[in-house]
């Protein structure tokens, strides 16, 4: 490999690395710079003059405002009902309503990470059956339809108000014409392309690009959502503004691309920067301010407001008996968190936005009469630092902690109170209100006795409450633009000095802000907690006994640690691999202790500074997966045979037969020895494992493989092939108490063993176990099996198809899947699930914790 090469591997390795951290510093300089222009384009204008236009807007406008938003909504539901019928699901209409519903509501006002439309849709979908495949390709389709669905409708509108917006913009008319024909030409190519469903091949990637009639649902429906969400802040803007509806709508589009793109929270300052830069000449400018400030309150606050009162309603009205309300509240249970979550980071940032804004004077004079102002201005300081507060605990609320749920509910309560105190806020309280109740009735969900104190917020979050700060202390200048700020100003106490009542609440919420970012940044190293103990490791092989999943016997090699469930009746074994705590399989044990266990391990790696991972798990782990906020991607298909069935008659398995009748020609004899008689045949299969790892030129593995160890191979029975009385071949077996399943470990060969013996040895072994009474025989997984080539596939499926086409230089992905499939298995998913990194990091520390670190992994 050159030097250069190295170097851009260097180089993007290091960009995955930090990418955890590079993107929030660009989304803050980002939302930097646009504060900087909106408070620069808005200099001439007065807070009075905002307050004005906002009063000046007629209810019908408000009205005519809440029917398009209405009509949005319904449209943007019809992305996923699309999205369905594009991968050849059908799901019932109203649970998917309210998860689409519910998904742009949490996304299109938080906009980030644990609280995205993604997160809710993989939660709800996966509660109506869908699998992280088909939920993937969901959240594929819906992105790639908004994005392009989003140009089209820019390019067909700047392309007839070219000379507007060439005017607005500063740019030629030819240039804005030529650029709107380019996109619609390119987008026109790729609806031929992909008439009645063609599908391209890309390299060796294939897609199936929508139909004709799929394409033209999905152009309909996204000109409308487009259309309808522009109208909202079209008919918000005063009368009389100079600019048609078409031209409004190409500037609206550009608006909310350049907001998506910049991954701030709601598009928040970028959207308003550009609105009010192109509208800036035509309307005036607190006018625009005005309608922006009503556009985000309709159209982001209102439909999380009745997404909240619709999951409050089910729990007041005991509608469980009704079908549709049956399915409805299964949702609720993963929806609610997420949807009172996303309320309360509103609220707080509804706090301290407030806390920084005058108060009315009309208000001021009542309160100066009954209360005094010591109170008041207590009251106003501990606000914002409520507010704050209440804004990073919506984090554990969508956790479910019971913590963050007394946190909430004290900072709201309290809220609520000084509501009246500081001022007569009717809409702040009646939004807390909200807040309090649905986390009173939704109490029994917060079950997870989880410490806040050790929830470490990630960089994204604290770019998050950076932001906050950063617009709040913006709206503070604004405000107060014409004050002569001064040491003074920070003890002037009077009831109509606001501005230094808003200054000192910045300083309050600054030094909150600043010690939670701290207390986040210097978490501790992570630290290896304690292999199993001999007392450990005897518990959990009598937990593995009493269970159905042969696989689980790897604890027995004692490399892993173990967390074991507060009963003790169920554990997770995993290792440390640098930052990443990896877990090994679905927890073991009964499965009603399988989700507070996740959500520890995924807690203890936290708190430890660690990330947690879980590798070669099943599909029934990751809804509680998606809980704790990992992401699954998937790793291979595991071989199930069933036993009842397996037998050697037939054209199926005409091969196999054929490897059996050669290796009786052959004189191999096939043994099972006993678990208590291996101890006095260790001597012959080590000199088999040794012979075997010689001709491979490799070494021993762990962790998700089993090394010969005479402990290890000594504690189950063990299958021999033996010729002229000597062992050629071996298989360590696992095995548990229930028979449900039975597997094999370590196997290995001599050099001299005849050819097929391994297809003889395994035939022998399933149809010993067969006769045993055993149902199934897990053949072991096949990494980057059956991984999505085509449609709306995930980046993850794409990359390791390619692998396992290409891949056999340095893996045998296609030879293992081929010698798997001569036993004609079923074949189930096995998935990877992880938590703030990617997925080839995740991947890559669990080689090294496989191998043996990176010595290990380069020399075999």
């Given at each position: 490999?050159?030097?250069?090469?190295?170097?851009?591997?260097?180089?993007?390795?290091?960009?995955?690395?930090?990418?955890?951290?590079?993107?929030?510093i660009?989304?803050?300089?980002?939302?930097?710079?646009?504060?900087?222009?909106?408070?620069?384009?808005?200099?001439e204008?007065?807070?009075?003059d905002?307050?004005?236009?906002?009063?000046?807007?007629?209810?019908?406008?408000i009205g005519?405002?809440?029917f398009?938003t209405?009509?949005?909504?319904?449209?943007?539901?019809?992305?996923?009902?699309?999205?369905?019928?594009y991968?050849?699901?059908?799901?019932?209409?109203?649970?998917?309503?309210?998860?689409?519903?519910?998904?742009?509501?949490?996304g299109?006002?938080?906009?980030?990470?644990?609280l995205?439309?993604?997160?809710?849709?993989?939660?709800?979908?996966?509660r109506?059956?869908?699998?992280?495949?088909?939920?993937?390709?969901?959240?594929?389709?819906?992105?790639?339809a908004?994005?392009?669905?989003l140009?089209?409708?820019t390019?067909?509108?700047?392309l007839?108000?070219a000379?507007?917006?060439?005017?607005?913009l500063?740019i030629?008319?030819?240039?804005?014409?030529?650029i709107?024909?380019?996109?619609?030409?390119?987008?026109?190519?790729?609806v031929?392309?992909?008439?009645?469903?063609?599908?391209?091949?890309?390299?060796?990637?294939?897609?199936?690009?929508?139909?004709?009639?799929?394409?033209?649902?999905?152009?309909l429906?996204?000109?409308?959502?487009?259309?309808?969400?522009?109208?909202?802040?079209?008919?918000?803007?005063p009368?009389?503004t100079?600019i048609?509806?078409p031209?409004?709508?190409?500037i609206?589009?550009?608006?909310v691309?350049a907001?998506?793109?910049s991954?701030?929270?709601a598009?928040?300052?970028?959207?308003?920067?550009?609105?009010?830069?192109?509208?800036?000449?035509?309307?005036d400018?607190?006018?625009?301010?005005?309608?922006?400030?009503?556009?985000?309150?309709?159209?982001?606050?209102l439909?999380?407001?009745?997404?909240t009162?619709?999951?409050?309603?089910?729990?007041?009205?005991?509608?469980a008996?009704?079908?549709?309300?049956?399915?409805?509240?299964?949702l609720?249970?993963?929806?609610?968190?997420?949807?009172?979550?996303a309320f309360?980071?509103?609220a707080?940032?509804?706090?301290v936005?407030?806390?920084?804004?005058?108060?009315?004077?009309?208000?001021?004079?009542i309160i100066?009469?009954?209360?005094?102002l010591?109170?008041?201005e207590?009251?106003?300081?501990?606000?914002?630092?409520l507010?704050?507060?209440?804004?990073?605990?919506?984090?554990?609320?969508?956790?479910r902690?019971?913590?963050?749920w007394?946190?909430?509910?004290?900072?709201?309560?309290?809220?609520?109170?000084?509501?009246?105190?500081?001022a007569?806020?009717?809409?702040?309280?009646?939004?807390?209100?909200i807040?309090?109740?649905?986390?009173?009735?939704s109490?029994k969900?917060?079950?997870r006795?989880?410490?806040?104190?050790?929830?470490?917020?990630?960089?994204?979050?604290?770019v998050a409450?950076l932001?906050?700060m950063?617009?709040?202390?913006?709206?503070l200048f604004?405000?107060?633009?014409?004050?002569?700020?001064s040491?003074?100003?920070?003890?002037?106490?009077?009831?109509?000095?606001?501005?230094?009542?808003?200054l000192?609440a910045?300083l309050?919420?600054?030094i909150?802000?600043?010690?939670?970012?701290?207390?986040?940044?210097?978490?501790?190293a992570?630290?290896?907690?304690?292999?199993?103990?001999?007392?450990?490791?005897e518990?959990?092989?009598?937990?593995?006994?009493?269970?159905?999943?042969?696989d689980?016997?790897?604890?027995r090699m004692?490399d892993?640690?173990?967390m074991?469930?507060?009963n003790?009746s169920?554990?997770i074994m995993?290792g440390i691999?640098?930052?990443?705590?990896?877990?090994l399989?679905?927890?073991v044990?009964p499965?009603?202790?399988?989700?507070?266990?996740?959500?520890?391990?995924?807690e203890?790696a936290?708190?430890?500074?660690?990330?947690a991972?879980?590798?070669q798990i099943?599909?029934?782990?990751?809804p509680?997966?998606?809980?704790?906020?990992?992401?699954?991607?998937?790793?291979?298909?595991?071989?199930?045979?069933?036993?009842?069935?397996?037998d050697?008659?037939?054209?199926?398995?005409?091969?196999?037969?054929?490897?059996?009748?050669?290796?009786?020609?052959?004189?191999?004899e096939?043994?099972?020895?006993?678990?208590?008689?291996?101890?006095?045949?260790?001597?012959?299969?080590r000199?088999?494992?040794?012979s075997?790892?010689?001709?491979?030129?490799?070494?021993?593995?762990?962790?998700?493989?089993?090394s010969?160890?005479?402990?290890?191979v000594?504690?189950?029975?063990?299958?021999v092939l033996r010729?002229?009385?000597?062992?050629?071949?071996?298989?360590?077996?696992s095995l548990?108490?229930?028979?449900?399943?039975?597997?094999?470990?370590?196997?290995?060969?001599?050099?001299?063993?005849?050819?097929g013996?391994?297809d003889?040895l395994?035939?022998?072994?399933?149809?010993?176990?067969?006769?045993?009474?055993?149902?199934?025989?897990n053949?072991?997984?096949?990494?980057?099996s059956?991984?999505?080539q085509?449609e709306?596939?995930?980046?993850?499926d794409?990359?390791?198809?390619?692998?396992f086409?290409?891949?056999?230089?340095?893996?045998?992905?296609?030879?293992?899947k081929a010698?798997?499939?001569?036993?004609?298995?079923?074949?189930?998913?096995?998935?990877?699930?992880?938590s703030?990194?990617?997925p080839?990091?995740?991947?890559?520390d669990?080689?090294f914790?496989?191998g043996?670190?990176?010595?290990?992994?380069?020399?075999?």
């Amino acid at each position: 490999m050159s030097s250069m090469n190295r170097q851009q591997i260097s180089f993007r390795e290091t960009l995955e690395s930090y990418r955890g951290y590079l993107v929030p510093i660009a989304v803050l300089i980002v939302f930097g710079f646009t504060t900087f222009a909106i408070y620069d384009l808005t200099t001439e204008v007065r807070y009075e003059d905002v307050l004005d236009a906002l009063t000046a807007t007629s209810w019908s406008s408000i009205g005519l405002a809440i029917f398009f938003t209405a009509l949005s909504f319904i449209a943007l539901i019809g992305y996923d009902l699309n999205a369905l019928a594009y991968i050849g699901k059908k799901l019932r209409f109203v649970p998917v309503a309210m998860t689409g519903f519910s998904a742009y509501a949490v996304g299109n006002t938080a906009g980030f990470g644990a609280l995205s439309g993604g997160a809710i849709r993989f939660r709800g979908y996966s509660r109506l059956g869908l699998s992280p495949d088909d939920i993937g390709r969901v959240i594929a389709f819906v992105t790639l339809a908004f994005g392009i669905g989003l140009l089209a409708v820019t390019a067909l509108s700047s392309l007839v108000t070219a000379p507007r917006i060439g005017q607005l913009l500063g740019i030629d008319v030819i240039w804005v014409r030529a650029i709107a024909v380019a996109i619609i030409a390119a987008l026109s190519v790729l609806v031929i392309i992909g008439r009645d469903g063609r599908e391209i091949t890309l390299g060796k990637l294939k897609l199936r690009l929508p139909d004709t009639r799929t394409s033209s649902q999905q152009f309909l429906i996204t000109a409308l959502d487009i259309a309808a969400s522009a109208s909202v802040l079209y008919v918000l803007l005063p009368p009389g503004t100079g600019i048609s509806w078409p031209s409004f709508l190409a500037i609206y589009a550009t608006a909310v691309g350049a907001g998506v793109l910049s991954h701030v929270p709601a598009g928040l300052g970028v959207f308003e920067t550009i609105i009010v830069a192109a509208l800036g000449n035509t309307v005036d400018i607190d006018q625009v301010l005005g309608s922006l400030v009503l556009y985000r309150v309709i159209y982001h606050v209102l439909p999380l407001l009745v997404a909240t009162l619709f999951i409050i309603a089910l729990e007041v009205q005991q509608l469980a008996h009704h079908p549709v309300a049956s399915t409805l509240r299964k949702l609720e249970f993963r929806l609610a968190p997420l949807l009172l979550a996303a309320f309360a980071l509103i609220a707080g940032a509804m706090l301290v936005f407030s806390s920084v804004t005058p108060t009315p004077d009309s208000d001021l004079s009542i309160i100066s009469n009954y209360l005094p102002l010591p109170l008041v201005e207590s009251a106003h300081f501990l606000s914002s630092i409520l507010g704050l507060v209440l804004f990073v605990t919506s984090r554990g609320i969508s956790q479910r902690l019971d913590g963050a749920w007394w946190t909430a509910t004290i900072c709201a309560s309290l809220a609520l109170l000084f509501s009246f105190v500081r001022a007569i806020a009717l809409f702040e309280a009646s939004f807390l209100v909200i807040l309090i109740v649905g986390l009173l009735l939704s109490a029994k969900l917060f079950n997870r006795p989880a410490s806040l104190l050790r929830q470490v917020l990630t960089p994204p979050w604290i770019v998050a409450m950076l932001i906050l700060m950063a617009a709040a202390l913006t709206i503070l200048f604004f405000v107060y633009r014409e004050v002569d700020y001064s040491h003074d100003i920070w003890w002037q106490f009077e009831f109509s000095g606001e501005a230094p009542r808003g200054l000192r609440a910045i300083l309050g919420m600054a030094i909150v802000a600043a010690a939670i970012s701290v207390f986040s940044l210097l978490r501790p190293a992570a630290t290896r907690t304690a292999f199993s103990s001999p007392e450990d490791l005897e518990k959990a092989v009598s937990i593995v006994m009493a269970q159905d999943w042969a696989d689980a016997n790897l604890v027995r090699m004692g490399d892993k640690r173990l967390m074991f469930s507060d009963n003790g009746s169920a554990f997770i074994m995993y290792g440390i691999q640098g930052r990443s705590w990896i877990a090994l399989f679905d927890p073991v044990g009964p499965a009603r202790e399988t989700p507070e266990l996740v959500w520890r391990f995924v807690e203890e790696a936290r708190s430890q500074g660690g990330r947690a991972i879980f590798y070669q798990i099943s599909p029934a782990l990751l809804p509680y997966c998606a809980d704790a906020g990992l992401r699954a991607f998937k790793l291979g298909e595991l071989a199930i045979v069933e036993l009842s069935g397996f037998d050697l008659k037939g054209s199926k398995l005409a091969s196999l037969r054929q490897a059996v009748n050669k290796g009786v020609r052959e004189g191999l004899e096939f043994e099972v020895i006993p678990q208590p008689n291996v101890m006095a045949s260790i001597e012959d299969l080590r000199r088999v494992s040794d012979s075997w790892l010689e001709l491979h030129e490799t070494r021993e593995k762990t962790f998700s493989l089993g090394s010969f160890r005479n402990d290890y191979v000594s504690a189950q029975p063990v299958a021999v092939l033996r010729k002229a009385g000597q062992i050629v071949a071996f298989a360590t077996l696992s095995l548990t108490d229930t028979k449900k399943e039975g597997t094999v470990d370590l196997m290995r060969f001599a050099p001299d063993a005849p050819k097929g013996s391994m297809d003889f040895l395994f035939v022998r072994i399933m149809e010993h176990l067969r006769d045993a009474g055993y149902s199934e025989f897990n053949l072991g997984m096949a990494p980057l099996s059956g991984m999505a080539q085509r449609e709306a596939a995930p980046v993850w499926d794409r990359v390791g198809s390619v692998v396992f086409e290409h891949g056999e230089r340095f893996y045998n992905f296609k030879g293992l899947k081929a010698f798997k499939s001569k036993f004609q298995p079923r074949w189930e998913p096995r998935y990877l699930a992880v938590s703030s990194v990617g997925p080839a990091i995740a991947m890559m520390d669990a080689t090294f914790l496989i191998g043996g670190g990176l010595r290990g992994v380069v020399g075999k």
